[in-house]
């Protein structure tokens, strides 16, 4: 006969206990794909190791299973609408990816930046100090906006960039080769610079953890709104720096309120360049 605390190490499965530890090292089936038959279904809910989820698949196929309940009230997003790449809350509208990042925030202007998310990543060991100039590239097959745009975005970037101490030249060899990429009507692939077709290999890592063992979840999509923005080394063709900011480019009906977002969503992307090495 076990005793009471040894039945409770065996038994119980919750979020902090020692075999619930255990068992979220391993793959655990959860439900059959045909329980979500096709994209933006009705959502599932799922009981595992004692916390309640709901299932989703998306608008792009991509399957979901986050926490059941809202993060602002608290409603089961099982009665959740699952539209447009995200279940959205039916209380107050809050909408979650697949991911369980909200999204979008229905109460609180675009412009204010309130569901934005901004994460960067580098390779550890890297001496940004030597690095001067930068000349800006395109990649192939990259989502590029209209001409208006695409200044606003590159200008904004040029005005961080030279608070930081490197010079934008369009001629010559620079230090860094520049990159942005973004996703305007859809998600997109992400496409590193050796994909453009410039004959000799330039190396990009596709996710945020194979540099320098960063906690990031692998990416290789750029969700709607999002901005991307990569820097790679001339000398070694090596990626050497990649930021995101989410939820840049939802356009406002005014054009002014445009630019000083992107202006604010640059400004804390590269808040923290060159990154402080340990």
């Not at 605390?5 to 045909?34: H, K, S, V």
């Not at 995200?86 to 999204?103: A, E, I, M, N, S």
Request: glycine residues 10%.
């Amino acid at each position: 006969m076990l005793k009471r605390d040894q039945n409770e190490l065996l038994t119980e499965t919750g979020p902090g206990t020692p075999m619930g530890r255990l068992f979220r090292c391993y793959w655990i089936p959860a439900l059959l794909a045909e329980e979500l038959p096709q994209n933006d279904c009705p959502p599932v809910r799922v009981t595992l190791l004692s916390e309640r989820l709901v299932a989703f698949r998306d608008t792009l196929g991509r399957y979901g299973l986050v926490d059941e309940f809202c993060a602002h009230r608290g409603v089961s997003l099982w009665f959740g609408r699952n539209e447009a790449c995200g279940l959205r809350c039916p209380y107050h509208g809050w909408k979650y990816d697949v991911t369980g990042q909200c999204v979008d925030v229905p109460s609180e202007p675009v412009e204010s930046g309130y569901a934005q998310k901004i994460k960067y990543n580098y390779v550890r060991g890297t001496d940004f100090s030597k690095y001067q100039t930068y000349k800006w590239v395109r990649v192939e097959k990259a989502d590029y906006p209209n001409q208006i745009l695409d200044d606003q975005i590159m200008q904004s970037i040029d005005r961080q960039l030279s608070q930081k101490g490197l010079r934008r030249i369009d001629t010559g060899t620079p230090d860094l080769a520049m990159v942005y990429q973004v996703a305007l009507r859809g998600e997109r692939q992400w496409n590193s610079y050796s994909t453009g077709g410039y004959g000799w290999g330039w190396g990009g890592w596709r996710g945020w953890g194979g540099m320098g063992g960063s906690t990031y979840g692998s990416t290789t999509t750029i969700t709607i709104g999002t901005l991307n923005l990569d820097m790679y080394d001339i000398q070694t063709k090596k990626q050497v720096w990649r930021g995101e900011a989410t939820k840049t480019l939802d356009p406002p009906k005014d054009p002014d309120k445009l630019q000083r977002k992107i202006d604010d969503a640059m400004k804390k992307l590269l808040k923290n360049y060159p990154p402080k090495q340990k």
